[in-house]
């Protein structure tokens, strides 16, 4: 068996064994998680948890998100380095030309399998982990279109006693606090209902901009950082702190931290942070009750009261202005992340939040069916 020989170039020796190890890194946790799925959990979860409270306590010594201005910084630095490289190479002599670009496509390379294996080091296996309805031990299950309707008409009752405990503009809509404000008392309650203090979430500085892609929030593993629009000035501005919050705690899914969101807002949040979740669990189930049965739903519709019937317009007009081709980019874009992470659903996973709330409202209201 003849031995491997490395390149003599130092620059792509390192780079391609970088290259390797990176890549039998990645192998090697997702062939942990194939042979021994549960015990590779019983290790990985705490670790991930444990990685991104960590990096988030870090990253909240900046009072701006360390991961937008990387992002701002890397998207014009890119093309121009790969220009000054480029006629760098050609002023070189031609001999070395070929190698200069080896050895440039090689670390681009390593680079890339290094935020991959980085991805899936801090937090990109708790797609396909154990499911919060197991962890937290609520049933796991398929519900019926009564079941459906059932829960909804438990969800309304609240939304609407709910919408009267908020204070309210003289326009009659939710008054929502600055985003400063907002996430801090997201934090109390996200903390009290995790038992450990978190870090709060950072304002995107280009939230105008990223509303054009209709985003809510990016949560980025890198550095633990939940990064929230703040041009959303919404009833549903809590929840959507809460949301990316979830993701920390290895809750990967986008259905799964929509619904840890909503158990910690409404089991412990004040007044505006229960309103919020109850809000923007309505307007999930909505959507599943007009594709279930449009009659039904209209007529559980009309129970909404004038408050609520005020935030959901706000939200809706907030919201009118930014729709267009960016957004539909923007959709297929995270359509086809969460498809390569597992959820086949792509971005119709956010629905199944609906299943979740369904069994949690009628396993407080067993009578009702």
């Known amino acids: 068996m003849k031995r491997i020989r490395l390149p003599e170039d130092r620059v792509l020796r390192r780079a391609l064994v970088l290259l390797a190890v990176f890549a039998a890194g990645t192998g090697a946790l997702f062939g942990l998680r194939a042979l021994a799925p549960g015990a590779f959990y019983a290790v990985y979860v705490p670790f991930s948890r ?10 909240a010594i900046l009072p701006f998100s360390l991961a937008e201005v990387l992002v701002v910084l890397a998207v014009p630095a890119a093309p121009v380095l790969f220009l000054v490289f480029f006629f760098r190479a050609m002023l070189i002599p031609r001999g070395r030309t070929t190698r200069q670009f080896l050895r440039f496509f090689t670390v681009l390379l390593c680079t890339a399998a290094g935020l991959v294996f ?10 396909g982990g154990p499911s919060l309805a197991d962890r937290i031990g609520l049933e796991s299950r398929a519900c019926s279109e009564d079941e459906l309707f059932a829960a909804a008409e438990l969800l309304m009752n609240d939304l609407n006693e709910a919408a009267e405990k908020v204070e309210r503009t003289q ?25 450990v203090p978190l870090a709060p979430a950072k304002p995107v500085l280009l939230s105008v901009p990223l509303s054009y892609t209709e985003t809510t929030g990016i949560f980025c593993p890198f550095t ?41 807002l409404f089991e412990r ?7 919020s979740a109850l809000f923007s669990a309505w307007q999930y189930t909505a959507s599943a009750l007009r594709s279930a049965n449009a009659d039904r739903y209209k007529q559980l519709a009309a129970l909404r009261s004038a408050s609520v019937k005020a935030d959901i317009a ?9 729709a267009g081709r960016a957004a539909e980019v923007s959709q297929r874009i ?23 709330l369904v069994i949690y409202y009628l396993s407080k209201n067993p009578n009702v069916r």
């Not at 809509?173 to 309650?189: I, L, M």
């Not at 359509?335 to 199944?352: F, H, I, K, P, W």
């Open 50 to 59: 444990w990685a991104q409270w960590l990096l988030s306590w870090i990253t």
């Open 118 to 127: 980085s991805f899936y080091l801090l937090w990109g296996m708790n797609y």
């Open 171 to 195: 326009e009659g809509v939710a008054a929502v606090p600055d985003f400063r404000t907002c996430a801090r008392t997201v934090r109390e309650t996200m903390s009290d209902y995790a038992g």
């Open 224 to 264: 633990g950082e939940s990064n929230v629009n703040t041009a959303n000035r919404t009833a549903g501005m809590h929840f959507v702190i809460a949301h990316e919050m979830a993701h920390r705690f290895g809750v990967a899914p986008e259905d799964e931290a929509n619904f840890y969101a909503f158990i910690a």
């Open 269 to 275: 949040g004040g007044e505006a942070e229960r309103y």
């Open 314 to 322: 706000a939200y809706d007009a907030l919201w009118k202005p930014y």
């Open 334 to 356: 995270n359509n086809g992340y969460l498809v390569a992470q597992g959820e086949t659903d792509g971005v119709r996973s956010y629905g199944r939040m609906v299943d979740l």
